[in-house]
C-alpha cells in the first residue's frame, strides 16, 4: 500500500494541479480508476482529469485518455455507451448520487464489468464538478450471475420434481421462496404465498405453537429439524400428508433463511395401498395355486376310491331284486358317491385345471334339467318360477359347467330366501339384444365389446330375499369370502361361478339392495348362426347308455393296466360280466414284459396315466412299438391340456376319465372297437 505524502497547508488557493495531486494520492490508496468531469449547462460533459489506474481499467493510459476521451467508452458496445451516458447525465442533472454497471472489453480484449458511483457538485458558475470513481467488479459479477444462476437452475429443478413442495422462510415465518410444487400441493400461487406467513398458509391452528417454536430452536442452535410425517392442510382447508424436511441457510446479504422440504405421500400412501392389495390378491392366488395342486394330487387317488365305491355298488345293485331293501341302500350309497365327484369336479373347475369342452348347447335344456333337480330339494314353501323363451338363441358353452353355473345360483338364491313368509327364486332364459351392459364385462369379459354379436343370451335368477350392501357386493366373488356362519359356508360357489364365466368369455351383472333381494343375470355370446333343432347337441340328459357291450365285442381281449389294486378287481369283474377277457396288471413294466414274451395277447390296452415306475404315456409308446395296429387307451382322474396335447403323440387312441363306471368303460370300447384287430398268433 502506497502512502500518501503529508503536505503542509496551503497559504493561497489550490490550482487545478494542486487537485490533481492530491487526486493522485487519493487514488493511490484505493483500488480502481478516478475521473473528474466538469458538466455544462447544455449536457456537455469535460474530462478534467483520470488516474494512472486507467490502463488497469480500459488498458489506455491516462494521457491518451485525456487527449482522446472516446478511448474509454468505445470499449463498450452502442446500446451500453447510451445507457451509461444516459444514466450519468440523469444523475447530474437531478444532482444526486450516479450508481451504475456496464460491461466493457478492454484494449485487449478482455471482457470486464466495471461499476461506477460519483456525486456531482454545482458550482458558481452554473456547471457541476462531478469525481467518478470506475471499480473492476468482474469477479464480483461473475459471482453473483453464478450464485443467480444457481439458484435458477435450482428453482427449475424444484419446479419440475413431481411431488416435491419447496417454501424459504425467515425466522419471521415469513415466505420468500414458494416452488409450483408447493402451488400444486397447497393451492396457493407464489403471488398469493409471498410476504405471508406460513402459519397462516399451511401450517394447522393446532401446530403453530410447535412449529414456531421448532423454528427458533433451529435458528438458535444452527441445527436442522429432523425429518418427519405432518399432516399439513391446503387453500381449501383439506388436510394432506406429507413427509417434512427443515434446513437452514446462511445467507451474506439476506441473513438467516430457512427451507422446508415437503415430499406430497398421497401417490405413496396410494401406491402402499396398491401394492398392499396386490400382496392380498397373491396370497389368495397361492391359496387357489395350492387347492389346484393339492387337487390335481388328490384326484387319482380320490377317484381310484370313488371308483372302487361307484362300481361295485353298481354291480352290486344289478345282483339284487329292485324291490329288495339293500337296493335302496346301494342307491343312496350311488348318490352320495356322486356328490362326491362333484365335488372333485367343482375343486377342479375352481382351480381352473378342468378342460373346457365347449358345444353348441340349448341353455334351455339345462334349465329343464337343473329344475327338476331342484323341484326334488326346494322346500314346500319356496315358489319357484320358469321363463324360457323359445325364440332364445343357442350358446357355445361346456354344458356340464352351465350346470354348475346355474345351481350354484339358485342354490345362492335359495339360501338367502326369508326363512319365514313366502320365498320365490325366479329363473329367466330370454334373448338380449346387444352387448350387455359395460358394468358387467369388467371381469369376465374381454374389453371389445364389437365382438357381441347383435343378439345375445341372458339367464338370470332372482330372489325376494335379504339382499345385499354394497360391501358384500365389493367381495362377492372373491375365493372364500362368504357371510354364513363358519361351517356353513365355503365361498366357492360364486368364486367357481366366476371363474367359468370368464372361460366362457360371458359376463355377469349383480343387481341387490338390503331389503330388495338379487338378481344374478349371466351374459353369453349366441353361437353365430341359429342351428337346427336336430343339431343343437342337449346338455346331458341322464340317460345312461346300454350296462352291456355290443355282442360284436364279446370275448374282445383287453389288457387294463393300473397300480390300483381295489380298481384293478373292479375292472376285472366289469369286464368278465361284460363278456370280455381282461388281463389286469398292477406294475407297468411286468405287464410290458408278459406282452413282450408272448405270455399274454390282447385286442385293446386301457392302462393309467399316474403310475410308480412308468407312466402310462410311456406304456402306451412301448405297446404301440410291438403291435402299432391295436389301440390304446389312457384313464386319469385328471385329464390335463399337457395329457391332451401329448397322448397322440404317444399314439394314443382315446382318454378316459375316472372314477369310470360300467357305462363309461363300456362306451370308450366301443368307441375304439372299429380300430381293433385281433391277430392270427398270440
Not at 114 to 128: F, I, M, N, V, Y
Not at 494 to 499: F, Y
Not at 527 to 551: K, M
Not at 645 to 657: E, K, Q, S
Amino acid at each position: 500500500m502506497v502512502i500518501a505524502r503529508w503536505r503542509p497547508p496551503l497559504t493561497t488557493p489550490p490550482t487545478d494541479a494542486d487537485d490533481h495531486r492530491l487526486l493522485d494520492d487519493i487514488t493511490e490508496l484505493v483500488p480502481g480508476a478516478l475521473l473528474r468531469y466538469r458538466v455544462h449547462a447544455d449536457d456537455r460533459a469535460e474530462l478534467l482529469y483520470i488516474s494512472r489506474h486507467a490502463m488497469d481499467i480500459w488498458g489506455v493510459t491516462a494521457e491518451a485518455a485525456l487527449a482522446d476521451e472516446s478511448l474509454l467508452w468505445a470499449t463498450g458496445n452502442r446500446q451500453d455507451q447510451l445507457e451509461l451516458r444516459h444514466s450519468f447525465l440523469q444523475a447530474v442533472r437531478q444532482r444526486r448520487v450516479w450508481w451504475h454497471e456496464w460491461r466493457i472489453k478492454d484494449a485487449q480484449g478482455r471482457s470486464k464489468w466495471l461499476r461506477g458511483t460519483a456525486k456531482p457538485l454545482e458550482q458558481d458558475d452554473g456547471t457541476a464538478l462531478c469525481t467518478a470513481f470506475i471499480m473492476d467488479v468482474t469477479e464480483s459479477i461473475r459471482a453473483r450471475a453464478l450464485e443467480s444462476a444457481g439458484e435458477l437452475r435450482h428453482r427449475h429443478i424444484f419446479d419440475r420434481v413431481p411431488g416435491i413442495a419447496v417454501q424459504g422462510y425467515g425466522p419471521d415465518l415469513v415466505v420468500t421462496y414458494w416452488n409450483a410444487g408447493s402451488e400444486r400441493l397447497y393451492g396457493f400461487t407464489a403471488d398469493e404465498a409471498l410476504g405471508r406467513s406460513m402459519l397462516e398458509l399451511m401450517v394447522p391452528a393446532h401446530m403453530h405453537a410447535s412449529f414456531t417454536a421448532t423454528v427458533q430452536h433451529m435458528v438458535q442452535t444452527r441445527t436442522p429439524v429432523v425429518s418427519g410425517v405432518q399432516w399439513l392442510q391446503r387453500k381449501d382447508g383439506s388436510a394432506v400428508e406429507v413427509h417434512c424436511s427443515e434446513v437452514f441457510m446462511e445467507h451474506p446479504e439476506r441473513g438467516m433463511e430457512c427451507f422446508c422440504i415437503d415430499f406430497d405421500l398421497t401417490e405413496r400412501r396410494a401406491a402402499e395401498d396398491h401394492r398392499l392389495a396386490l400382496e392380498t390378491q397373491l396370497r389368495e392366488s397361492q391359496k387357489l395355486e395350492a387347492l389346484g395342486t393339492l387337487a390335481g394330487g388328490v384326484a387319482h387317488d380320490f377317484n381310484n376310491i370313488l371308483a372302487a365305491i361307484l362300481g361295485n355298488a353298481r354291480l352290486a345293485l344289478e345282483d339284487v331284486r329292485q324291490e329288495d331293501p339293500a337296493a335302496i341302500s346301494l342307491q343312496e350309497i350311488v348318490k352320495a358317491g356322486d356328490r362326491a365327484r362333484d365335488l372333485v369336479r367343482r375343486i377342479l373347475s375352481f382351480s381352473r385345471r378342468q378342460v373346457l369342452e365347449r358345444r353348441v348347447i340349448a341353455l334351455a335344456s339345462v334349465v329343464d334339467e337343473s329344475v327338476r333337480l331342484l323341484r326334488a330339494t326346494l322346500p314346500r314353501s319356496v315358489v319357484l318360477r320358469v321363463n324360457c323363451d323359445p325364440d332364445t338363441p343357442p350358446v357355445l358353452a361346456d354344458a356340464t359347467q352351465m350346470h354348475q353355473v346355474l345351481l350354484n345360483l339358485c342354490t345362492n338364491a335359495w339360501q338367502a330366501l326369508p326363512a319365514e313368509g313366502r320365498g320365490v327364486m325366479s329363473i329367466e332364459l330370454r334373448p338380449h339384444l346387444g352387448a350387455p351392459p359395460r358394468w358387467a364385462t369388467e371381469d369376465t369379459s374381454p374389453p371389445t365389446r364389437d365382438a357381441w354379436p347383435a343378439v345375445n343370451v341372458c339367464l338370470s335368477v332372482s330372489d325376494n330375499g335379504s339382499g345385499m350392501d354394497a360391501p358384500t357386493l365389493a367381495h362377492l366373488f372373491e375365493p372364500f369370502f362368504t357371510t354364513k356362519p363358519p361351517g356353513e359356508g365355503t365361498g366357492l360357489g360364486l368364486a367357481v361361478v366366476h371363474g367359468i364365466l370368464r372361460d366362457h368369455q360371458a359376463a355377469i351383472e349383480v343387481n341387490s339392495a338390503p331389503g330388495c333381494g338379487s338378481t344374478f343375470s349371466v351374459y353369453f355370446r349366441a353361437a353365430g348362426q341359429r342351428v337346427p333343432h336336430a343339431e343343437v347337441e342337449p346338455a346331458d340328459t341322464g340317460r345312461a347308455p346300454p350296462a352291456l357291450p355290443a355282442p360284436e365285442l364279446v370275448g374282445k381281449r383287453i389288457l387294463y393296466v393300473d397300480d390300483d389294486e381295489q380298481i384293478n378287481h373292479l375292472i376285472e369283474r366289469m369286464l368278465r360280466r361284460g363278456g370280455f377277457e381282461p388281463s389286469v396288471y398292477r406294475h407297468p413294466r411286468e405287464a410290458l414284459s408278459d406282452v413282450r414274451e408272448g405270455k399274454v395277447a390282447y385286442d385293446l390296452a386301457i392302462t393309467d396315466f399316474a403310475m410308480p415306475g412308468m407312466s402310462g404315456l410311456e406304456l402306451a409308446r412301448a405297446l404301440r412299438a410291438l403291435h402299432p395296429d391295436r389301440p390304446v387307451a389312457i384313464t386319469s382322474g385328471f385329464i390335463a391340456e399337457e395329457l391332451r396335447r401329448l397322448a397322440p403323440l404317444a399314439g394314443v387312441a382315446d382318454l378316459i376319465a375316472k372314477p369310470n363306471t360300467c357305462e363309461e368303460l363300456y362306451t370308450a370300447i366301443e368307441r375304439l372297437a372299429s380300430r381293433v384287430c385281433r391277430p392270427t398268433t398270440p
